[in-house]
C-alpha cells in the first residue's frame, strides 16, 4: 500500500514543499530511498524503525520504497523521520494518518519522542502560501510556530500521540516589552559628545559608522548601546529576524522570542564563512544574523581583508548570495554596520598622554589593511579620544541630552519622518541615485562648497553621496526641510582624514 504525506526542506531561510512517499511490498527486509536523500536521511532508517519498535508498533519485515519528491532537489537533515515512520505505519495498515492534507515535520529519538527542528518559522510561512492548513510538528517548536496565525498548530510529543487525537495549540504572539530603564545607557559614558552624536545620527539615518580612538577611549562601549537607540523591531521585522535564528545550528533556541534587535559581535578570527554565511550545510553568518539589526567589528583592521571585501555587496544590497555547486542561496543582510579601530598599530597616535611608537610606514600599512571601497561605503567616520577628567563637566541625567532614552526618541522621530518621506520603514543612508537627487538639494552655496570638496580630492563619486545622506539625516534632526549648509559642513566632517 502507498502513503503520502506533506512534509518541508530547507533552502537558506526558505522552506519548500516535499512529498514522502512510502510504500510498503513484500520481499527481502530492506529500505530503498530515492530523492536525492543526505547521509542523515539514509542513516534514518535505523532511528526508525527504532522509534517504531519502542512505541508499541510493529515493524513488518518488508521492502518499503521511500521517496521524497521533487526528486531533482537535494534534501538534508533529519526532518522527515516523523513523516517517513508514518508512512511506513500507514502502509502497514497499523495507523491512519489523522489529515492526509497537513504538514508532518520533526526527528524522531530511538524511544520515538519527536524532536525539535530548525527554521520552523519558514516552514509554518511556506505551508500558508501553499494553502497548508494544519501542521504537525515537534512539541518544542510549538510556541515557535504559534506566532505565525492562519495555521493550525498541532503539537507532537511522540509517535504514540497518534494513538489518541492531537490537540491544536492556541497562536501566542509574544507581547513587546517596552522599557524605559537601560542596563546599558550613554548617559553612564563621561563626554564624548561628538561620537554621540555622530550614533545619534548613524542611528537616525541607517549610516554606517566606523569610531577611531585609542585604546580606553570608550569606542567598544559607545557602540554596544546603540541597539537601545534603535526603533523596536516591527511585527514583520521581528519574525524574519527569528526566522533567520531558527534556521543557524547554532542560534536555534526554538522557545525564545526577542523583540530587541540583534548586535551582533564577532571576533577578528571569524572565518569568512562564519562572517558571510555558507558552509557544507548552509548556514546564514554573522552578517545575516544582524539582519535588522547592528553588525559590529571592532579591531576592524585585524579582520581577514577577503573577509572584509565580501562585505561590500551586503552593504549595498542587504543581502548576500551564497553560491553552491547546484543552486544559489540568498540571505537577508540588512543590517546597521558599525565598526572600531585604533588610529596606529600601537593604538596612540595622536593620544594627549601616550606617546605613538609607530612609524609613517607602519601606520600606512595598517590604513591599509581597510581598502579605499570599503571606507568608501562608511556613512560616518568619527574620532573617539581618550578623555581626561578636566576634558568634560560632569552632568546630571536632566540636564544630559545624551541619554538613551532621549536619543532613543529624537531617533524615533527623524526615522517617522524618513517613514512619511519614502512612504515605507527605508532610511535616508538607504537612498537609491533618483532619490539622492529628489531629497537632497543644496543652495548655490552649499553646492560650491560640495564641489570644491571633489575638486580637493577629499571625495570620490560615492563619498559624496555619502555625504549628501548624512547631510539630509543631519537636516532631518534639526527639522529643516532642505539641506543648509551647516548640515553639508558637519556631514563633511564624517569624512576620514589623510593619513
Ligand atoms: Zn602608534
Known amino acids: 500500500m502507498l502513503s503520502r504525506l506533506k512534509s518541508a526542506a530547507l533552502i537558506g531561510i526558505d522552506a519548500i514543499e516535499i512529498s514522502v512517499e512510502v510504500d510498503a511490498t513484500r520481499g527481502l527486509p530492506k529500505e530503498l530511498f530515492s530523492g536525492l536523500p543526505d547521509t542523515v536521511i539514509r542513516e534514518s532508517k535505523d532511528r526508525i524503525r527504532t522509534a517504531i519498535k519502542n512505541t508499541h508498533y510493529v515493524y513488518p519485515p518488508n521492502v518499503y520504497t521511500i521517496h521524497l519528491a521533487p526528486a531533482d532537489l537535494h534534501k538534508e537533515g533529519p526532518f522527515f523521520d516523523l513523516p517517513i515512520a508514518l508512512g511506513i505505519l500507514e502502509s502497514t495498515g497499523q495507523l491512519k494518518i489523522p489529515d492526509p492534507n497537513a504538514l508532518y515535520i520533526g526527528e524522531l529519538s530511538l524511544g520515538g519522542e519527536v524532536r525539535p527542528i530548525r527554521g ?30 492562519d495555521i493550525d498548530i498541532m503539537p507532537v510529543k511522540s509517535l504514540r500521540d497518534f494513538q489518541n487525537p492531537i490537540l491544536p495549540e492556541p497562536h501566542t504572539l509574544p507581547i513587546q516589552q517596552i522599557s524605559t530603564h537601560y542596563s546599558q545607557d550613554f548617559h553612564d559614558i563621561k563626554g564624548q559628545i561628538a561620537a554621540k552624536r555622530a550614533i545619534e545620527i548613524a542611528a537616525s539615518g541607517k549610516h554606517n ?15 554596544k548601546r546603540l541597539p537601545n537607540i534603535l526603533p523596536p523591531l516591527t511585527h514583520h521585522e521581528a519574525i524574519e529576524t527569528h526566522k533567520i535564528q531558527s534556521v543557524n545550528r547554532k542560534e536555534h533556541t526554538s522557545n525564545s522570542f526577542n523583540w530587541e534587535r540583534p548586535f551582533r559581535s564577532p571576533h577578528h578570527s571569524i572565518s569568512h564563512i562564519g562572517l558571510v554565511g555558507g558552509g557544507r550545510i548552509p548556514q546564514p553568518g554573522e552578517i545575516s544574523l544582524a539582519h535588522n539589526g547592528v553588525l559590529f567589528l571592532d579591531e576592524f583592521p585585524e579582520f581577514d581583508r577577503n573577509a572584509l571585501e565580501v562585505l561590500r555587496q551586503p552593504l549595498e544590497e542587504h543581502a548576500i548570495q551564497i553560491t553552491r555547486a547546484n ?23 595622536h593620544d594627549k598622554t601616550k606617546k605613538c611608537h609607530c612609524n609613517p610606514l607602519q601606520i600606512q600599512k595598517y590604513w591599509k589593511k ?7 561605503r562608511i556613512d560616518i567616520i568619527v574620532d573617539v579620544p581618550r578623555l581626561n577628567k578636566e576634558d568634560y563637566t560632569e ?4 540636564k544630559n541630552p545624551f541619554t538613551t532614552e532621549k536619543i532613543k526618541n529624537r531617533v524615533s522621530e527623524t526615522r517617522t519622518q524618513q517613514a512619511k518621506r519614502f512612504q515605507t520603514s527605508k532610511c535616508n543612508g538607504d537612498m537609491n541615485p533618483q532619490e539622492l537627487e529628489r531629497h537632497c538639494n543644496l543652495d548655490k552655496e552649499s553646492k560650491k562648497l560640495l564641489g570644491d570638496s571633489m575638486d580637493k580630492g577629499l571625495l570620490t563619486g560615492r563619498s559624496r553621496d555619502k555625504v549628501l545622506k548624512v547631510a539630509r539625516t543631519i537636516a532631518d534632526i534639526s527639522k529643516s526641510e532642505n539641506i543648509q549648509i551647516s548640515h553639508l559642513c558637519e556631514a563633511l566632517q564624517y569624512r576620514p582624514k589623510k593619513w
Open 327 to 349: 543552486f544559489n542561496i540568498t540571505y537577508p543582510a540588512n543590517f546597521l554596520f558599525a565598526a572600531a579601530m585604533n588610529p596606529c598599530p600601537c593604538g596612540y597616535y
Open 209 to 223: 559608522i566606523l569610531l577611531i580612538g585609542s585604546p580606553g577611549s570608550g569606542k567598544t562601549m559607545l557602540i
Open 120 to 149: 520552523i518559522l519558514s516552514i509554518c510561512q511556506m505551508a500558508i502560501t501553499n494553502g497548508i492548513k494544519r501542521i504537525y510538528l515537534p512539541c518544542d517548536n510549538a510556541k515557535e510556530a504559534s506566532m505565525i496565525p
Open 395 to 398: 552632568i546630571s541625567s536632566e
Open 370 to 376: 581597510i581598502s579605499g571601497p570599503i571606507l568608501d
